[in-house]
């Protein structure tokens, strides 16, 4: 169908209409997409604060949004509770950065270091954890969790710090921190933050009991093979249940992280509101790490790629709401994303712009010729908007983690 596309007045923008064009520039407004669905009075009040006019494409609109994914399941969706109704004790708090990033990123540094250690520890031990192993976790979670309720940006700082070598116990704890940054945005009080983390560090422990050849395989695994690999589930609930974790909540997460929002996941197929809240946050946090990690088998996309994939799989493998506020939570540059300019200069994203997502404040790392830099020079995007010879100065592309043979530890920590 062609599109239909006409120039409105932003006062006319209604609930259900597509905008597909600005009368500005989208790198000047917080909206995340260029051409969205008005789902709500936050969007409009929105194009109402930027715009004068904007364009909607009367092809598209709330009844008749095209297929994204061919295997969309519309015509038999799973049932689902919107968060408030799921979250309504929880969701009460309202957190705001009580630190700035270079102040926190000192504590969330060692932090970082102590989980490192632990983990590697972990994932090496193929035994079942005993209580005292327990109880060490719960002891490193808890910094953790302080530091993102202080300010969210220096732990994933610290989690996009990504080797090939050390995915398998690295991934546990990047993935914890971007299931504590959701489990924030939505307002989550920090006993249920603790149990995110707790939960979703502990979802791939029974991977130490999956044969090497698997866990090392380059190439796609076989039907055989991924049937092994998805036996992982039930070695780590063995293990929790070994290890006397009786909190049912974290082993619902352990135990529902790979379910699907359309019924596709494993271990049980469950769908929609079937899988507990807390697996559905742990699902896309784990999503998210592993597609920007580098595997075995995979090379690691940006994350400003990733945000549109998860943004793809709304309401097909996750919850549309959830993916939304993962969004607002990490952000389409997180901090520790490296990025090139269009000058061609290489910077790392060291603070988040909240309002202009699309505008960090960035450090310069490599220059225009891609040659490492003797002194690094901040660059606060939304104040900086021009070179020194008045061209426009804005982010060209996110990179993958390790561009340009950038070892991320060594410039971070």
Not at 284 to 307: E, K, L, N, Q, W
Not at 319 to 326: G, I, R
């Amino acid at each position: 169908m062609k599109s239909q596309l006409i120039k409105i007045p932003v006062t006319e923008v209604r609930i259900g209409m597509y905008v597909a064009e600005l009368d500005c520039s989208w790198l000047e407004t917080p909206f995340m997409f260029q051409g969205f669905l008005v789902n709500g009075l936050k969007e409009i009040e929105m194009l109402r604060q930027y715009c004068h006019f904007v364009v909607i494409d009367k092809t598209i609109n709330k009844l008749n949004l095209p297929r994204q994914t061919p295997n969309r399941t519309e015509d038999n969706p799973p049932k689902i509770k919107t968060l408030n109704e799921i979250l309504p004790q929880r969701r009460h708090n309202r957190y705001q950065n009580k630190v700035s990033v270079k102040n926190e990123l000192k504590v969330a540094r060692r932090i970082y270091l102590d989980l490192n250690r632990f983990s590697q520890k972990l994932f090496k031990f193929a035994g079942k954890p005993s209580k005292e192993t327990i109880k060490e976790i719960q002891g490193l979670i808890d910094p953790m969790v302080d530091s993102i309720i202080r300010n969210p940006d220096a732990m994933i700082w610290m989690a996009n710090l990504k080797q090939r070598d050390s995915y398998s116990y690295k991934h546990c704890i990047s993935a914890s921190v971007w299931a504590i940054s959701l489990g924030r945005q939505l307002g989550l009080p920090k006993d249920d933050l603790k149990v995110l983390a707790m939960g979703t560090l502990l979802c791939d422990i029974g991977k130490s009991e999956l044969p090497k050849d698997i866990l090392k395989k380059t190439g796609s695994l076989s039907a055989e093979e991924f049937e092994i690999a998805k036996k992982h589930v039930d070695y780590s609930l063995s293990m929790l249940d070994e290890g006397q974790v009786c909190d049912p909540e974290m082993v619902e997460i352990v135990a529902n992280h790979h379910e699907r929002h359309n019924g596709q996941g494993y271990p049980k197929g469950l769908r929609g509101d079937e899988i507990p809240i807390f697996a559905r946050i742990a699902a896309i946090a784990d999503c998210y790490d592993a597609i920007t990690s580098d595997r075995p088998h995979a090379v690691g996309c940006s994350a400003s790629h990733a945000m549109k994939k998860l943004y793809e799989w709304r309401d097909y493998e996750f919850q549309a709401e959830l993916v939304e506020e993962f969004i607002q939570a990490i952000g389409i540059y997180p901090v520790g994303s490296l990025v090139e300019l269009n000058t061609g200069e290489v910077c790392v994203v060291i603070e988040e712009g909240r309002e202009l997502r699309l505008k960090p404040v960035v450090m310069r790392v490599l220059d225009a010729d891609k040659n490492p830099l003797e002194s690094m020079e901040f660059i606060d995007l939304k104040v900086i908007q021009q070179t020194a010879d008045g061209s426009a100065l804005f982010i060209d592309k996110c990179l993958q983690p390790g561009a340009y043979d950038i070892d991320p530890e060594a410039l971070y920590l």
